[in-house]
């Protein structure tokens, strides 16, 4: 099997590094992923100017390609120009810090798997709760058991899968839950400073504590369960068209 392997946390992230080792083993992997940190980039894609890309030696063996562009344009260069033919699967991940509820419309990692699903392919999204322990290499083996599973099942036209694991090691997961996208958005205050000039400028401030709801991405971290949520790219929100159409708009 081919998968295109990204993220959003540069191509020497011990995550991307992780699933490259543990893919490797038994798939033709192609790595595409920025040449640094291109976190919180949402679905951004490069327009003024040129992407390039460069060939690189990856930190554990084997190489990969680093771009100087965002998610999206990792996958997008990578169906275009270095893949030679589409791959059967394409992984974001492992992003450190989770990726769960209304943040996911903020994060570069989700971003570029839904450019990889509204391109027609099967696509995963990977994220491990932040804390002190980030089991990366186990994260890695979890995705590696279920990626032909993945492919054989086929995933529906314009979606993928989100997917979270606690900040525990992976032998101390509960297990795995399906869920739903919370909805408490986890950055919404800032940090009021002064320059030296003593002109205002801003930090995004602490995140706010998330909140558990029945059935959710956030719940199952909680309880310490690897979350699995499908998400879809269509936005329409298909019950108001009719009263829309009766409200005579």
């Known amino acids: 099997m081919k998968i295109l392997l990204t993220n959003d946390d540069g191509y020497r992230a011990p995550g991307i590094l992780a699933l490259f080792k543990a893919l490797s083993v038994e798939h033709e992997v192609v790595l595409a992923a920025p040449d640094r940190e291109r976190s919180a980039i949402g679905h951004g894609i490069t327009l003024n100017h040129p992407l390039r890309y460069e060939k690189v030696a990856l930190n554990g063996g084997g190489s990969g390609y680093a771009i100087n562009g965002t998610p999206a344009d990792c996958v997008k260069l990578g169906l275009f120009e270095l893949c030679g033919g589409a791959p059967d699967l394409v992984i974001s991940g492992i992003n450190a810090g989770s990726n769960t509820g209304v943040n996911i419309n903020y994060s570069g990692t989700a971003g570029a798997a839904r450019e990889a699903a ?132």
């Open 118 to 249: 509204i391109s027609g392919l099967a696509a995963v999204a990977v994220s491990v709760q932040y804390g002190d322990i980030m089991d990366f290499t186990g994260m890695a083996e979890y995705i590696r058991s279920m990626a032909d599973r993945i492919c054989v099942m086929g995933l529906p036209s314009g979606v993928f899968l989100n997917i979270n694991g606690p900040c525990i090691p992976i032998s101390d997961v509960k297990g795995v839950r399906i869920t739903r996208q919370a909805d408490n958005n986890l950055s919404v205050d800032f940090d009021r400073r002064k320059d030296p000039r003593n002109k205002p400028y801003f930090w995004y401030g602490n995140m706010s504590p998330v909140k558990p709801g029945e059935g959710t991405d956030n719940d199952a971290l909680l309880a310490n369960y690897i979350s699995i949520t499908p998400i879809q790219c269509d936005m329409t929100a298909y019950s108001l068209m009719a009263e829309l159409n009766q409200a005579g708009f």
